[in-house]
Structure formats: structure tokens, C-alpha cells
């Protein structure tokens, strides 16, 4: 009964529907010992016997090779010719049964001279249907067609995960995703929603900073706005989310993976701030970079701009040898400062793409949401050379009396692991309390956490910010507290 089921099965699949199979199929399915039977041999003769004059495949032109470092330039192919010509001037019909047409489209494309995507043609197996079924006639674009994004299971994926609006579509989605490397047209990549989602995070977080803590330095509150919104915070952010990335970008690929190429050249995102001329002088001589210069002429993190950094091999702007001209030999610290740009980069083009398609509120929700979510431990931010001496200018600016340290409680003095604890007072009030193996280092402990009770004063986690009186029927805006600035 098995035999005779399977011989019934047998012929089912090779009915007529398996003479249009082309003749690579036949030789894989007559190799095989369940079709090895007189039936498979009769069926596939007479298929083998009329392609064998008119298969493409037989003629001694070959297509030509595919060059994807020279894109085509996004133009809708002309229409394919019916004949190919071989070098022996003989004219060879290109369309066939077997290959049903695709064969001349592709053979017609490289005899025009016209770049295809790498692509193995349509899948035979029913099992393993083709993800991209145009992949092998189509011309090879930088980076994915927009259309293509409505079947991606993986944009789709990351817009359910991140919770995004309806009215954000899945093409400036996937738009968002395909970094400056991997193709050089600013209507494809996200070079436009990157500087506008840059900005929006920055105004965000840099708003919030200012009026949750009022007393930070200036130097604490660039370090807290890089620990944020910073290209490293950034694409954390994005590997958190779950983005998977690709770094042989080209039409071929899903749309909802990250694009980006590690030998092409990346074009840097427009930034704020003034080219200094003693930039490399800073460096060098080890100047004193103030911070009144670095508020006026440097950018939102208050880094000065250079035009290209010694050892930013393969990174925004370097215009010397890629990898490939390299032999592959690129260092790990510079894969590693490309991918993190590249990520940094689609997160902030997704927020500039929550701005484009909902708004201002949206794009502040979206921030709230997933930047400024994030944990940071502030005080270990905070560097003190002299604390005590800080302390009491402090305490002379605000005209409190001059600080006095006391000790409190002690235990072990001669023993091998003394511990002091020191309290500063300044007159019955306590400003602080530090704990240590020494006398002068529990003074500078205490002095240490009184700094950092005064730097890191909040009103409270409820706080308002300037973009609250944007909204509908918001209440008037009431100033916030300003410090008087740094001590030293």
C-alpha cells in the first residue's frame, strides 16, 4: 500500500505542471532516488529535448558580472529585448518555457550594460518561496525601494515594539534606517530626519537638565547631556530596541534592517558650532579650553570641531584608504565608532521621523519615553581637585559663615583599619559628612558630599519645562530657578 501511495504521489507531481520545470530541476530531481523511476525519465525527456536548443544557458555569452560599487543610478529600466546575441553574431531566442521569461530580462539587462542585484532567479520549490522574488531582474540600488517596506515582518516588528503612531507609515520608517554610507541620495537615507531628530533630543534633555537641576556646572551638564543623548547613549538605545543591521547594504536586503557600509564614505550631520583654527593647538599644547569659549563657539556637547580627527580611520569624513583597499584590515576601534554612529544616527532619525508624521507632543513623549527613561548616577559625574577650598568660596559667596570640620565618632585609631567620621559645619548648620582611614581624607569626603548636596538641589521630579506652555489651555509660564553659576 506505501508503494503504491507513493507511486500515485509521484505521478501527481509530475503531471504536466512538471514539464514547465526548467531543466536544472530535472537533473536535481532525476539525481534523486524517489524520482528515479521510468516515469520521472519520460516525463523530463521530452522537457530536456526541447530546451536544450533554445536554453540561454547553452550559448556562449555569459551575463555579465555584477558591479555593485557603481549603483545605478533609481531610473525605471526599459523594457527587455526578446533576442540575445552571442559573440558569434548567432541570434539565440531568450525566452523560454523553462525560465519562464526571466531569462531575457536578465540576459537583455547585461547586454545593455545595465547593473543587477545578485538574485538566483525564481525559487522552484514551492517550500522556499523567493523573500524578494524581483532580486535577480532588478537593477542594483544602493538601498532597498521604498514599496518594499509594507512586507517587511521586521519593520513591522520595530514599529509594534517601539509603539509608534499609525500615522508614522513604514516607508520614512524604513527610510530612517538606512544610514548615509549605504546610499549617498539625501531622498533615500536619513541624513534630513537624523539633524532634525538631533535637535529635537538635544532641546528635550538639555530643557529637562536645566530645570531639574538648576545648580549643576556646566561641565556636569555637558556630561550629562552626552551620558543622554550622546552617539554612545544613543546607540545603546538602538541595540535595546532590538535593531538588527546589515553592513553590505543593497536593494536585496529586508528594509527593517540598519544599512550601513564600512568602507563607503559617511556624510557628517551638519552641527552646531564655530571651526576653531587653534583646534589642534588645544590638544597639542594642552591651552585652557574655557567654558564661556566652549558655551559661544563649540557644539551641543561643548567638544570643539575638528575636520578630521588622526584616528578616525574609516569614520564621518575620512578621505584616506577604506577597508577594502586595506585587504579587510580595518581596526575593531573603528568598526566599533562606524556602528555606534550608525545607530546613534537611526535613533535620531526615528525621532525626527515622530516629529514629521506627529508632532511636537509625540516627539516629547517619545523622548521621555525612551532617552530620558534611562538611569544615570550623576554624582559620579563630579571631579573635585580642592574641594575644601571650593567649599569655602561657596560659603563666602552665599554669605554663610566660613566652613568649620569636626570630628564626630572614631573607632580603631591605632589599629591597622581606623575609621573617622567628619561632619563640615558651617555655624549649626551641617553641611556634610564623610567617612575615611585618615583624618584629611574624611575632611575631603565631607567636604566632597557637602558640593554635591548643593550642586545637585532639585525642586522636585515634577518639574516644568519651557515646552510644557506649548501645549493647549497650559498654564503661564513661571520662572524657574537660576543658579549664579560655578564656583571656580
Not at 93 to 121: C, I, Q, Y
Not at 173 to 193: G, K, W
Not at 365 to 376: E, T
Not at 461 to 487: C, F, H, K, M
Request: aromatic share 8%.
Amino acid at each position: 500500500m506505501k508503494r503504491v501511495r507513493v507511486q500515485r504521489l509521484a505521478g501527481q507531481l509530475l503531471s504536466p505542471s512538471a514539464a514547465a520545470r526548467p531543466p536544472a530541476t530535472a537533473a536535481l530531481l532525476s539525481s534523486c532516488s524517489f524520482h528515479s523511476g521510468p516515469a520521472c525519465t519520460a516525463a523530463f525527456s521530452s522537457t530536456s529535448a526541447s530546451s536544450s536548443s533554445s536554453s540561454p544557458l547553452t550559448s556562449s555569452r555569459r551575463p555579465s558580472p555584477l558591479r555593485l560599487s557603481r549603483p545605478a543610478p533609481r531610473q525605471q529600466s526599459s523594457s527587455a529585448s526578446s533576442t540575445a546575441t552571442d559573440d558569434n553574431d548567432a541570434s539565440v531566442p531568450a525566452s523560454t518555457p523553462a525560465f519562464g521569461g526571466w531569462s531575457s530580462t536578465l540576459l537583455s539587462a547585461s547586454a545593455a550594460g545595465e547593473t543587477t542585484a545578485p538574485g538566483l532567479g525564481p525559487s522552484t520549490d514551492p517550500r522556499f518561496p523567493e523573500l524578494f522574488p524581483d532580486a535577480a531582474n532588478s537593477p542594483a540600488y544602493p538601498s532597498p525601494l521604498p514599496e518594499r517596506a509594507q512586507q517587511s515582518a521586521k519593520l513591522a516588528a520595530l514599529h509594534a515594539r517601539l509603539a509608534l503612531s499609525p500615522r508614522l507609515p513604514l516607508e520614512t520608517l524604513a527610510r530612517a534606517l538606512v544610514d548615509t554610507s549605504a546610499d549617498p541620495n539625501a531622498r533615500f537615507n536619513n541624513a534630513n530626519l537624523a539633524y532634525v531628530g538631533s535637535t529635537l533630543i538635544h532641546y528635550h534633555v538639555s530643557e529637562w537638565l536645566m530645570c531639574k537641576y538648576p545648580r549643576l556646572p556646566m561641565v556636569i551638564m555637558y556630561g550629562a547631556l552626552k551620558a543622554y543623548a550622546g552617539p554612545q547613549a544613543l546607540a545603546d538605545v538602538a541595540r535595546q530596541w532590538g535593531m538588527e543591521s546589515t553592513t553590505t547594504p543593497g536593494a536585496e536586503v529586508d528594509p527593517g534592517l540598519l544599512q550601513y557600509s564600512l568602507h563607503n564614505e559617511r556624510q557628517k550631520i551638519r552641527q552646531w558650532g564655530y571651526q576653531r583654527a587653534e583646534a589642534k593647538n588645544i590638544q597639542k599644547y594642552k591651552w585652557r579650553h574655557g567654558i564661556s569659549s566652549r558655551v559661544v563657539f563649540d557644539d551641543d556637547f561643548g567638544d570643539f570641531l575638528d575636520e578630521v580627527p588622526e584616528n578616525t580611520r574609516g569614520v564621518e569624513g575620512y578621505d584616506g584608504e577604506s577597508a577594502v583597499e586595506l585587504g579587510g584590515s580595518m581596526n575593531a576601534d573603528d568598526k566599533t565608532k562606524i556602528s555606534d554612529d550608525a545607530h546613534a544616527n537611526a535613533v535620531r532619525a526615528v525621532a525626527g521621523a515622530v516629529f514629521a508624521h506627529g508632532g511636537r507632543e509625540a516627539v516629547r513623549s517619545f523622548v521621555r519615553a525612551h532617552v530620558l527613561s534611562r538611569q544615570l548616577d550623576l554624582e559620579s559625574l563630579f571631579r573635585f581637585k580642592l574641594p575644601t577650598r571650593e567649599l569655602s568660596y561657596l560659603c563666602a559667596r552665599e554669605n554663610f559663615e566660613p566652613p568649620v570640620a569636626r570630628l564626630e565618632s572614631e573607632t580603631g585609631r591605632k589599629s591597622r583599619t581606623p575609621v573617622f567620621v567628619v561632619g563640615i559645619y558651617s555655624g549649626n548648620d551641617k553641611l556634610g559628612e564623610g567617612a575615611a582611614a585618615s583624618l584629611n581624607h574624611a575632611r575631603a569626603k565631607a567636604a566632597m558630599n557637602a558640593l554635591k548636596a548643593w550642586y545637585l538641589y532639585s525642586p522636585g521630579d515634577n518639574v516644568r519645562v519651557p515646552s510644557d506652555t506649548l501645549q493647549e489651555s497650559a498654564q503661564p509660564w513661571e520662572p524657574a530657578y537660576v543658579d549664579i553659576g560655578e564656583i571656580l
